[in-house]
């Protein structure tokens, strides 16, 4: 049992995960979920505490064998062209119950931004220039109700930003929605970084 708590109010303050067998279609349901973009005006416009972001991730590699990549970019609505967060995800079968997802950085990310707009995003980069961030894999479960949901494990991922000695990361992602919820921990185990009610809600724009 996986046990993940949000105290976000459109959700339940802690939410139980029976963990279900999975197989490659689980896989490749995760990837089309994530793919696409997604922003959290609507919580931001009920909430002032969170503020409005857009997210976008598009898939690249598609002819990879080793499971489903994808580039990630992540800013304020009011500076959409100037991301604060880019990444690659590497999401592959960790087990029959859980799937992984691998966090991936890039060397001079802005050289980058907006390469989730194009057909092949990416294209002229190959796996071995990726920085992996140890640590900081995210393993996701699907529960009775077909959402996938996981986190970072413990103290694992480390971050020195605004003096965080580590991150944590807590996703809940459904058809239409993502929960995201990373916040830094100092060494202490205060919070100095990140949403402090709850996880930002992404809603996935139609096509």
Not at 36 to 65: C, T
Not at 114 to 122: Q, Y
Not at 123 to 141: F, N, P, Q, Y
Request: glycine share 6%.
């Amino acid at each position: 049992m996986l046990r993940i708590c949000f105290t976000i109010l459109v959700f339940a303050p802690c939410l139980a995960f029976s963990q279900q067998r999975l197989a490659t279609k689980d896989l490749k349901e995760l990837q089309s979920r994530m793919a696409g973009s997604f922003s959290s005006e609507a919580q931001s416009k009920s909430d002032s505490d969170f503020f409005h972001i857009v997210l976008h991730m598009a898939p690249i590699w598609k002819n990879s064998a080793d499971g489903f990549w994808l580039y990630v970019e992540q800013a304020v609505a009011a500076s959409a062209d100037k991301p604060y967060r880019q990444r690659v995800y590497h999401i592959t079968l960790n087990d029959d119950a859980t799937i992984a997802s691998q966090v991936y950085e890039l060397h001079a990310p802005m050289r980058f931004a907006g390469a989730w707009k194009k057909k092949n995003p990416l294209a002229s980069l190959t796996t071995d220039s990726l920085i992996s961030r140890e640590g900081c894999v995210i393993l996701l479960h699907k529960n009775r109700d077909g959402d996938f949901a996981g986190s970072t494990h413990d103290k694992d991922c480390p971050s020195n930003l605004r003096g965080a000695a580590y991150a944590t990361s807590e996703v809940v992602i459904r058809k239409d929605r993502m929960i995201s919820w990373d916040r830094g921990w100092n060494a202490d185990g205060q919070q100095v970084w990140g949403a402090e009610k709850g996880g930002y809600e992404f809603l996935k724009e139609k096509k």
